[in-house]
């Protein structure tokens, strides 16, 4: 995606959007299929879409907010193994789990790498 976009920024706010279109596409599937968690994906994609949008004004005044998307992921991730475990799989689900557990981890690190530069932006302003 380098090739595509040189600055950092938009290349992460390319790739938020990117995911944020997927959930709304899993959103839509989980309509079709006639699944309830339909509305909880397609509220996730547009919250997604919305802070991908506005991520450079938000990282301003909220430096954690990377986290926030490994959240929403982690959060989807759940909600699938739930369904997959309401279903009778067996092996599937606990991916998932594995998968959710792996994006909250992400989620306290991008957090606290995003608090740790903003406190060191804000060190450089005041010296």
Known sequence: MSFFFKNREKRKKFAHIGAGIVI??????KYES?????????????????????????????????????????I?????????????KKALPVTYVLLALFQFTMALRK??????AHKKSEEIKEA
């Open 34 to 74: 006639g699944h309830g968690s339909y509305l909880l994906f397609g509220i996730a994609g547009l919250i997604f879409l919305l802070i991908a949008a506005l991520h450079q004004k938000i990282e301003e005044k909220l430096p954690w907010v990377d986290g926030v998307f490994f959240v929403i992921e982690g």
């Open 76 to 88: 989807l991730s759940l909600i699938v193994a739930y369904e997959f475990f309401h279903v009778g």
């Open 111 to 116: 957090g606290k790498k995003g608090i740790d």
């Open 24 to 29: 709304l596409i899993h959103a839509y599937e």
